[in-house]
């Protein structure tokens, strides 16, 4: 009997080879760290193979760990591509927070400051990483490349697939929906006389900028944080969105 529940929120997010450091800084810490223990916060972290040369801890994945690790006090779960011994000559003080994975650790939903990470050599294998061990609540890509997020976006089974944006977006609220009583992360059919749009299941594709839960408030309350407008638009074609979307980011920044 299909069951409309609210399931587990294994989220990830991928950083890809093109990825921006600094975005991917703020997205991530904000994906893991600015509320842990929901359901949208980023359980593992899937990093493309060439962020991780690096021997002197100045590399992309070692700043990106020193800002989870030491700035934020996230426990790193390390597959064996990371090697441990050099991993933790990147933190002599904070040595307890850099731990080998297991395979439980991709299938765990920690709920708390810890966060699995996998090493891959492509968008494809980080796909396929996550149609395995995801829950299909929402997933996200970091990457400069437009055809490559298409396909991560199109590739990944999930509720929701954002591009350049952290995990902690998928909310009721925060879509303009109201008050939230769930995520499902299920496929299930309408109800009564069913047409071809009752057929049809939904799939949240968002593209930021870098684009951080933190930076945003309800309104109204006194802060500088900026607002959701929750604005229905009406367009014909993709071009059109895109310009519309594109004026609408100049208009409030």
Same mark, same amino acid.
């Given at each position: 009997?299909?069951?409309?529940?609210?399931?587990?929120?294994?989220?990830?997010? !991928?950083?890809?080879?093109?990825?921006? %450091?600094? @975005? /991917?800084? =703020?997205? +991530?810490?904000? #994906?893991?760290?600015?509320?842990?223990?929901?359901?949208?916060?980023?359980?593992?972290?899937?990093?493309?193979?060439?962020?991780?040369?690096?021997?002197?801890?100045?590399?992309?994945?070692?700043?990106?760990?020193?800002?989870?690790?030491?700035?934020?006090?996230?426990?790193?779960?390390?597959?064996?591509?990371?090697?441990?011994?050099?991993?933790?000559?990147?933190?002599?003080?904070?040595?307890?927070?850099?731990?080998?994975?297991?395979?439980?650790? !991709?299938?765990?939903?920690?709920?708390? %400051?810890? @966060? /699995?990470? =996998?090493? +891959?050599?492509? #968008?494809?294998?980080?796909?396929?990483?996550?149609?395995?061990?995801?829950?299909?609540?929402?997933?996200?890509?970091?990457?400069?490349?437009?055809?490559?997020?298409?396909?991560?976006?199109?590739?990944?089974?999930?509720?929701?697939?954002?591009?350049?944006?952290?995990?902690?977006?998928?909310?009721?609220?925060?879509?303009?929906?109201?008050?939230?009583?769930?995520?499902?992360?299920?496929?299930?059919?309408?109800?009564?006389?069913?047409?071809?749009?009752?057929?049809?299941?939904?799939?949240?594709?968002?593209?930021?900028?870098?684009?951080?839960?933190?930076?945003?408030?309800?309104?109204?309350?006194?802060?500088?944080?900026?607002?959701?407008?929750?604005?229905?638009?009406?367009?014909?074609?993709?071009?059109?969105?895109?310009?519309?979307?594109?004026?609408?980011?100049?208009?409030?920044?």
């Amino acid at each position: 009997i299909p069951v409309l529940g609210h399931a587990d929120g294994l989220c990830s997010t !991928y950083v890809a080879a093109s990825a921006k %450091l600094e @975005l /991917a800084k =703020k997205v +991530v810490v904000d #994906a893991k760290t600015s509320y842990p223990a929901a359901c949208n916060s980023t359980e593992t972290l899937i990093v493309h193979s060439s962020h991780l040369k690096s021997n002197d801890g100045l590399g992309f994945f070692p700043q990106l760990a020193k800002t989870l690790v030491v700035d934020n006090g996230v426990t790193l779960k390390c597959d064996t591509s990371l090697e441990q011994e050099s991993v933790k000559g990147w933190f002599k003080d904070h040595q307890e927070k850099i731990q080998a994975s297991n395979d439980e650790d !991709y299938d765990t939903e920690f709920l708390d %400051l810890t @966060l /699995a990470v =996998k090493t +891959v050599d492509s #968008a494809e294998e980080a796909i396929k990483h996550v149609n395995e061990h995801g829950s299909k609540h929402t997933d996200a890509i970091l990457t400069e490349d437009e055809a490559e997020a298409k396909r991560f976006m199109a590739g990944v089974d999930a509720a929701g697939v954002y591009w350049n944006a952290s995990t902690r977006f998928a909310d009721g609220f925060r879509y303009g929906f109201g008050a939230e009583v769930g995520v499902s992360t299920n496929k299930t059919h309408a109800r009564g006389p069913v047409g071809l749009e009752g057929l049809v299941i939904y799939k949240y594709q968002l593209h930021g900028q870098g684009q951080a839960t933190k930076d945003y408030g309800a309104g109204g309350d006194g802060s500088d944080k900026k607002r959701y407008l929750h604005e229905r638009i009406d367009v014909k074609d993709k071009e059109t969105l895109s310009e519309l979307l594109a004026n609408k980011r100049r208009r409030l920044d």
